[in-house]
């Protein structure tokens, strides 16, 4: 019998049925359409280690939520981290701590005490006790600790450094040390130990806890305070460059400053704090942006002047080309502007020659108009919003995010985005972690992505594509909370979860997963992949289809010029059976064997392609049948 060609329409299709989506493609992990045809997407290799995400008290980077790259005016490239316990700056494959810490606070006289290790035989010690009368920490907070001496076989060197904190009671933590050494039952540390505290860490993920809804605000408490009922959201930084010094921002918090003259070696201060400051705002709740051309900074959710709540409606700006006068005067620029409709701001991004705000009602852009106003407020669309802060992209002088229940873009004019797997994503999907949607665009491929949390999941661990050249959507699961386009590499870089562990990946690079071991070597994983399409028939499913053979059309990309790639035939009689697997195969290479015998009777049949093999990637073309029809009775 000659064989007919079975050719697919590009995309995933899961918002009807899979026999009514005959001719299409109805699931996908790790692939992407080009030209048409699907293909298994890149791979990434590890570029840093966040440590373990099991193991609180592993000294950790925690979750980053935001990514920011710029360039001094030394030439020195930074990429901005900024995680749940840290704010970090990586210069190639340096990283330095820039966390804001408090002001140094000397302890009692010789609060340093030797704690013994559980185990057997002789006893040793590999933790210290540090007694801190109403320290008001809590568990994963970090301390740098100066001024010590020896106390027993840690010698100062040992003791003189950062640590994280694990609290005993309100009055004392633990700190571990690298090593272990005899166990004394002594203390000491002398009459001059410091103990300086970094800003309390944030929260990974939301979280029920006492207090009721609406107890207590954003950023609530002074320095030290103890934390009880009621915390605030996910931590989130908001990070933009001023020339070549760094504004973060932590959402619901306050925010900080770093000057790139004084070096990687000095901590971010708070905005405030500079030299010369004057009224300048104190807490946000919506984050930070400067305005490219006329480089104002601007403060979304801000504090009135006086006040020292935030106005969840209230955008501030600085004096044009100023970090410290915000002042409204006739001869500044400072001032603000209140958002008029909605209860808070969620999200904002620049967009062209304007800044682009979310509320929970609302889209509202603020643009640059001189003076005496400086900026005017305008809404652009109600009736819509957006899941969380970091859920909209850029991409070809467009916006695209994610919206409750809808994904939409916008062009100078809001437009709803149709979408094929939109019933699959909302109707699956964690509602009390939404702030976690991270959003990425991927310019080479012309994609925007995003990472969502499903229903069964606190993190995110799937993801949903957009093509907006060809209009196809693709669906997969991965767990990424952080992307950039086109980083100083040439590649995305993106921070994420494999094996348990938070890392800093560079993405589009091979075929394989490349991760770094305990010992901090490199070593190779498959990236598995797979495609599969909906059901096929014959004469609208009256008749059933023998299949004898398939002569596949494909391709390998990578170096393992022998690995399998499966080609299945999975098949069932009416739609509501479920699918039973028909034929499985795997070819080794693209010319041996040239076609694959099978013996398939059914009335519907589906075509799946995977991989999962080291050094393998794969494009496949236009597989074709040896198909005929064989009477219409079991």
């Known amino acids: 019998m000659p064989f007919k060609k079975i050719q ?37 290799i590890e570029l840093l280690n966040g440590g373990s995400t099991t193991n609180a008290l592993e000294t950790t980077y925690g979750v980053c939520r935001c990514l920011h790259q710029w360039t001094t005016l030394a030439g020195q490239q930074f990429t901005a981290i900024g995680t749940d316990k840290k704010l970090l700056l990586l210069n190639q494959t340096t990283v330095s701590n820039i966390t804001p810490v408090g002001p140094p606070i000397t302890l009692l006289p010789n609060p340093l005490k030797m704690l013994q290790a559980p185990g057997v035989g002789p006893p040793t010690s590999n933790s210290l006790r540090v007694e801190h009368i109403g320290h008001g920490r809590v568990t994963g907070d970090s301390v740098i600790i100066s001024g010590a001496t020896a106390v027993g076989g840690f010698s100062a060197v040992d003791i003189n450094k950062e640590f994280q904190i694990e609290v005993i009671d309100a009055d004392s933590y633990r700190i571990s040390m690298a090593t272990s050494v005899p166990f004394i039952s002594t203390s000491g540390g002398g009459s001059a130990v410091v103990a300086t505290y970094e800003i309390p860490i944030g929260s990974a993920s939301n979280a029920f806890v006492s207090g009721g809804w609406g107890v207590g605000t954003w950023g609530q408490g002074t320095w030290g305070t103890p934390r009880s009922g009621l915390e605030s959201g996910i931590r989130i930084w908001s990070i933009d460059n001023f020339g070549e010094d760094l504004v973060a921002a932590i959402i619901g918090g306050k925010i900080y400053y770093w000057d790139a003259s004084v070096g990687v070696g000095a901590r971010a201060v708070e905005l405030s704090s500079i030299a010369g400051s004057n009224q300048c705002p104190t807490i946000n709740s919506a984050g930070i942006a400067v305005s490219e051309g006329d480089r104002h900074l601007l403060v979304f959710g801000a504090n009135e002047v006086g006040s020292a709540a935030a106005d969840p409606l209230l955008i501030r700006w600085g004096n044009q080309e100023s970090l410290v006068e915000w002042e409204p005067r006739r001869d500044t620029t400072a001032g603000g502007l209140r958002v008029s409709a909605g209860s808070r701001i969620i999200a904002q991004t620049r967009g062209r020659q304007e800044t682009v705000i979310w509320t ?275």
Not at 9 to 29: A, K, L, M, Q
Not at 548 to 577: C, L, Y
Request: hydrophobic fraction near 35%.
């Open 8 to 44: 697919l329409r590009p995309g995933i299709v899961r918002d009807v049925t899979n026999f009514s989506n005959e001719g299409g493609w109805y699931d996908c992990d790790n692939v992407r359409f080009r030209m048409g045809m699907p293909e298994s997407i890149g791979g990434w």
């Open 360 to 634: 929970d009602i609302g889209i509202n852009a603020l643009t640059f108009v001189g003076p005496p106003y400086t900026f005017g407020l305008n809404t652009t669309a109600q009736n819509v919003s957006i899941v969380g802060p970091n859920a909209v992209i850029e991409a070809r002088n467009q916006l695209y995010w994610m919206d409750l229940n809808a994904f939409r873009f916008y062009n100078g004019s809001v437009n709803s985005l149709p979408c094929t797997v939109q019933s699959y994503v909302f109707d699956d999907f964690n509602w009390f972690q939404r702030a976690k949607v991270c959003a990425g665009h991927n310019s080479r491929f012309n994609e925007v992505w995003w990472w969502y949390p499903s229903a069964d999941s606190i993190e995110n661990n799937r993801y949903v594509a957009y093509n907006y050249v060809d209009n196809y959507w693709i669906i997969g699961s991965m767990s990424r909370t952080a992307w950039l386009d086109s980083s100083f590499s040439g590649y995305p870089i993106a921070w994420g979860t494999e094996i348990n562990r938070y890392r800093l990946f560079q993405h589009e690079t091979g075929v394989n997963r490349i991760l770094r071991t305990g010992s901090g070597n490199l070593q190779a994983y498959s990236l598995a992949s797979h495609v599969e399409g909906s059901d096929l028939t014959l004469l609208d499913g009256e008749s059933f289809a023998f299949i004898s053979r398939i002569a596949p059309d494909f391709s390998k990309t990578g170096v393992s010029t022998n690995g399998p790639v499966v080609f299945e035939i999975k098949q069932r009689n009416f739609p509501q059976n479920a699918s039973a697997a028909g034929f499985s195969g795997a070819l080794v290479s693209t010319s041996n064997p040239k076609e694959l015998f099978v013996r398939v009777r059914t009335r519907q049949f589906a075509l799946r392609v995977s991989s999962n093999t080291i050094d393998l990637g794969w494009r496949l073309g236009t597989t074709r049948f040896d198909i005929r029809e064989d009477g219409r009775k079991q």
